[in-house]
């Protein structure tokens, strides 16, 4: 590993296990891969802020694609923990124009469960459009589902944040970006931005695309599917330009609107700072969420087959569950992924929440495989930290 790569940092004492981990995780990468963010907070309090990379540092800001689903959720659940929306009211009691082509008995419940069946359009979305939630929204309010409402689920990768933040719109009379702003990142002072200031931009570095092994590619080739299937729909290769999601969220437009299912921007510690912030104190503030509202939004809605991964994919309501994923995990885990291998989670049983971000897009998409490594490094260290104190 070069010294350019080397990790550098802070961690808590009891932690040292998790930069070394974190050290050969970066060892391991091929040159130009290794810029990557680790950030951990226990109890409330930051006990890992590590990088280490050929360009990034601790403050560095990056696309975090669907991990931006996260902050999105979370603003609905206090919405819900308030009373402002009712999970078992149907979307269409918020957004009339919701309930055309049978979708008016869907409730919000089964909608943040990904049961609605409106993954995409037929046409497809331009990246103009895909960078506006009003646009996709207005789309999709008018379109067949690909299901019955409820009836199964799967992944609404690039529309569920603009499906759910115009039942908060309509509402409250407010964006799911401008509650976030206002509840969650400026009281906390997140660098986790939805909808980024033109003056941060010199903090972001683009996305890198993936970069496949041979062996790689022909595992990419081999799983490729229809433009018009389900799953094309989902990801917008249905139009007449399919989308190239790393230089959509390369994008000035993209970053500045921040669509509510993809467009976030931050740092691993933004990352880490908004789960802690939502199930334990922090600065001391109180946690967002009541024992309640964690437990609920946490809770397995939906298993089985994903009609879009074409894998088990558990969802809770917004967030994915993560018990079996990461199995290191206490039950009720709940937090979400981005597609260049981000990773965002609170572990409630634990206090933990923990946030990575990297450059390059990873093989094969969706959480970077060493978050498996990372997540047990810190589980370890948090579990001693606390069998320790418990001890003292």
């Given at each position: 590993?070069?010294?350019?790569?080397?990790?550098?940092?802070?961690?808590?004492?009891?932690?040292?296990?998790?930069?070394?981990?974190?050290?050969?995780?970066?060892?391991?990468?091929?040159?130009?891969?290794?810029?990557?963010?680790?950030?951990?907070?226990?109890?409330?309090?930051?006990?890992?802020?590590?990088?280490?990379?050929?360009?990034?540092?601790?403050?560095?800001?990056?696309?975090?694609?669907?991990?931006?689903?996260?902050?999105?959720?979370?603003?609905?659940?206090?919405?819900?923990?308030?009373?402002?929306?009712?999970?078992?009211?149907?979307?269409?009691?918020?957004?009339?124009?919701?309930?055309?082509?049978?979708?008016?008995?869907?409730?919000?419940?089964?909608?943040?469960?990904?049961?609605?069946?409106?993954?995409?359009?037929?046409?497809?979305?331009?990246?103009?459009?895909?960078?506006?939630?009003?646009?996709?929204?207005?789309?999709?309010?008018?379109?067949?589902?690909?299901?019955?409402?409820?009836?199964?689920?799967?992944?609404?990768?690039?529309?569920?944040?603009?499906?759910?933040?115009?039942?908060?719109?309509?509402?409250?009379?407010?964006?799911?970006?401008?509650?976030?702003?206002?509840?969650?990142?400026?009281?906390?002072?997140?660098?986790?931005?939805?909808?980024?200031?033109?003056?941060?931009?010199?903090?972001?570095?683009?996305?890198?695309?993936?970069?496949?092994?041979?062996?790689?590619?022909?595992?990419?080739?081999?799983?490729?599917?229809?433009?018009?299937?389900?799953?094309?729909?989902?990801?917008?290769?249905?139009?007449?330009?399919?989308?190239?999601?790393?230089?959509?969220?390369?994008?000035?437009?993209?970053?500045?609107?921040?669509?509510?299912?993809?467009?976030?921007?931050?740092?691993?510690?933004?990352?880490?700072?908004?789960?802690?912030?939502?199930?334990?104190?922090?600065?001391?503030?109180?946690?967002?969420?009541?024992?309640?509202?964690?437990?609920?939004?946490?809770?397995?809605?939906?298993?089985?087959?994903?009609?879009?991964?074409?894998?088990?994919?558990?969802?809770?309501?917004?967030?994915?569950?993560?018990g079996d994923l990461y199995p290191f995990l206490g039950a009720g885990a709940f937090g979400h992924a981005g597609a260049a291998g981000s990773e965002a989670f609170a572990d409630?049983?634990?206090?933990?929440?923990?946030?990575?971000?990297?450059?390059?897009?990873?093989?094969?998409?969706?959480?970077?495989?060493?978050?498996?490594?990372?997540?047990?490094?810190?589980?370890?260290?948090?579990?001693?930290?606390?069998?320790?104190?418990?001890?003292?």
């Amino acid at each position: 590993m070069s010294t350019k790569n080397a990790v550098q940092g802070t961690v808590a004492e009891g932690f040292e296990g998790v930069r070394e981990e974190f050290a050969a995780v970066l060892a391991e990468e091929r040159p130009g891969h290794a810029d990557a963010q680790l950030a951990v907070f226990a109890g409330g309090r930051q006990v890992v802020d590590l990088w280490g990379g050929d360009e990034i540092t601790g403050t560095t800001l990056t696309s975090v694609f669907s991990s931006t689903k996260g902050a999105a959720h979370l603003v609905v659940a206090l919405l819900v923990q308030e009373g402002v929306l009712d999970l078992d009211r149907e979307v269409a009691h918020y957004w009339p124009e919701f309930a055309a082509e049978g979708k008016g008995a869907l409730t919000l419940r089964d909608l943040l469960a990904h049961r609605a069946g409106v993954v995409g359009a037929d046409t497809g979305f331009s990246d103009e459009e895909l960078t506006d939630d009003r646009v996709i929204a207005e789309r999709l309010a008018a379109q067949k589902p690909y299901w019955r409402p409820g009836t199964a689920f799967g992944y609404h990768a690039l529309s569920i944040g603009a499906l759910t933040g115009e039942v908060v719109r309509r509402a409250t009379g407010r964006t799911i970006q401008e509650v976030f702003e206002e509840r969650v990142r400026a009281p906390y002072d997140l660098d986790f931005y939805l909808g980024l200031p033109e003056e941060l931009e010199p903090r972001v570095l683009d996305i890198l695309p993936m970069d496949p092994t041979p062996e790689q590619q022909a595992e990419l080739v081999a799983g490729a599917v229809s433009p018009q299937s389900v799953t094309g729909i989902a990801f917008n290769l249905s139009g007449e330009r399919p989308t190239d999601l790393v230089a959509l969220v390369n994008s000035r437009p993209t970053r500045a609107k921040s669509p509510a299912s993809f467009g976030g921007v931050a740092t691993a510690t933004g990352l880490a700072k908004m789960y802690a912030a939502a199930i334990s104190e922090v600065d001391g503030r109180a946690a967002l969420l009541k024992p309640d509202t964690i437990a609920e939004f946490g809770q397995i809605h939906s298993d089985g087959y994903d009609l879009v991964v074409r894998r088990r994919h558990p969802f809770g309501l917004g967030f994915e569950t993560y018990g079996d994923l990461y199995p290191f995990l206490g039950a009720g885990a709940f937090g979400h992924a981005g597609a260049a291998g981000s990773e965002a989670f609170a572990d409630p049983r634990s206090g933990v929440a923990y946030g990575y971000a990297r450059r390059r897009f990873a093989f094969p998409g969706g959480p970077a495989p060493e978050n498996v490594r990372l997540g047990a490094a810190v589980l370890r260290a948090a579990t001693a930290a606390a069998a320790a104190g418990s001890a003292g």
